[in-house]
């Protein structure tokens, strides 16, 4: 594996849209008691259930701890690798790398991770070894990493087209915990050089309390070119609502980068969600202190689903607003099969599907 110091750009790589071809996909296997209630028995069979539909259509490799490893594999089905590899969390979205193809031949880009803000409003300490995943993976992958360490920027914070343009949120990429030293300006450089784009549609926002400082990927998300789910809901009291609805003004007004107008259908929320105290009572303290408290609400969202090759797979909350949800992704991705996975035990983590796969480019 080598470092290389130029930008994607200038060598003609870019990030592909998600419903490109993949290779595969990574992810962590979940271990710490603090994000995951009752030892995270629960959320591991959703993590192999979601391990096990993505299966079906690409390569996934899971990374699990020298602790864990046993466990990983014998819940893991055969077909499905795992690897030991060390992390702070689960996150693979945020903190395995970003691959970016030249049509041929793929490479990662290592950007730098301080567990969403650093000391100023980041989720735990330390973050070192989720920092340094990316570039183990880029080893196993035997793939050519771009180093970005010194720009700190998650995954799960960028949606591409494939054909120029992202969208980002200005709540997280310009939060006080990531960047401070940067411009928005200059941020955005970040992003047309190693994305290789060439317009960022930026939103003001994500969802209510998404403790990520709002990810783009559970808000919006393409669809195809020219195509975005929107997260929806249509009660004015809720304080999703004016959120929601400053991310449609500005999607109406937006262009892509080739200029089309963007339409933008609404995938309906569910009602709010809330952590009861028999799930607080399953999770760890952190530093002394509870890491979630009854009532609290969480940040579900049917937008933060996977597109596999020949699956989406999409989280489900035991609500009403399951089923319709189901049914628009199922006739905006007729050619793949949607796949609904229960995601409490992902959602009580703070993050859901999208959060926890990272796609792996065809090469
Ligand atoms: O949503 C994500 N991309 C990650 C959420 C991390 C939450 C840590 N408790």
């Avoid at 290389?4 to 990574?26: L, Q």
């Avoid at 960022?200 to 990810?215: M, P, Q, R, S, Y």
């Avoid at 929806?232 to 999703?240: A, G, I, K, L, V």
């Avoid at 489900?316 to 992704?329: Q, S, T, W």
């Amino acid at each position: 594996m080598k470092i290389i110091n130029s930008t994607p750009r200038s060598d003609g790589f870019r990030m592909p849209a998600e419903w490109e071809r993949h290779y595969g996909c990574v992810m962590i296997f979940p271990e710490r008691a603090d994000s995951w209630q009752y030892g995270a028995y629960a959320a591991r069979r959703a993590f192999v259930e979601t391990a096990s539909a993505i299966a079906e259509s690409e390569h996934v490799t899971v990374c699990a701890s020298a602790n864990q490893y046993e466990n990983a594999r014998r819940m893991m089905p055969s077909h499905i690798r795992v690897v030991e590899m060390s992390s702070n969390d689960a996150w693979a979205r945020d903190y395995a790398p970003t691959f970016v193809t030249n049509g041929s031949d793929i490479r990662g880009i290592n950007w730098g991770f301080n567990a969403w803000g650093g000391l100023v409003d980041g989720l735990y300490f330390p973050w070192d070894k989720d920092d340094a995943m990316a570039r183990k993976l880029c080893d196993l992958f035997d793939k050519d990493m771009y180093d970005l360490g010194r720009f700190i920027l998650e995954g799960g914070s960028i949606h591409v087209d494939g054909e120029g343009t992202c969208i980002t949120t200005e709540a997280c990429l310009l939060s006080a915990g990531r960047n401070p030293n940067l411009s928005k300006t200059e941020i955005e450089n970040y992003l047309r050089e190693c994305l290789n784009v060439n317009k960022v549609i930026w939103l003001k926002n994500g969802i209510f309390g998404d403790e990520t400082n709002e990810h783009v990927d559970n808000i919006c998300a393409f669809v195809k070119p020219a195509e975005v789910v929107l997260a929806w809901t249509d009660d004015t009291n809720d304080p999703q609502y004016e959120l929601s609805r400053s991310c449609l003004e500005i999607l109406e007004r937006e262009t892509d980068a080739q200029g089309r107008r963007i339409t933008v259908h609404k995938l309906r929320l569910p009602a709010p969600v809330t952590i009861t105290e028999d799930e607080c009572a399953g999770l760890d303290t952190m530093n002394f202190k509870p890491t979630r408290t009854p009532g609290e609400r969480l940040a579900a969202s049917y937008v933060n689903f996977y597109i596999a090759n020949g699956a989406v797979v999409m989280p489900f909350f035991g609500d009403p607003a399951d089923e319709p949800a189901r049914e628009l992704l199922a006739a905006l991705f007729p050619e793949r099969k949607v796949v609904p996975i229960a995601a409490r035990d992902i959602l009580i983590g703070g993050g859901n599907i999208h959060c926890i796969t990272q796609q792996i480019p065809m090469f």
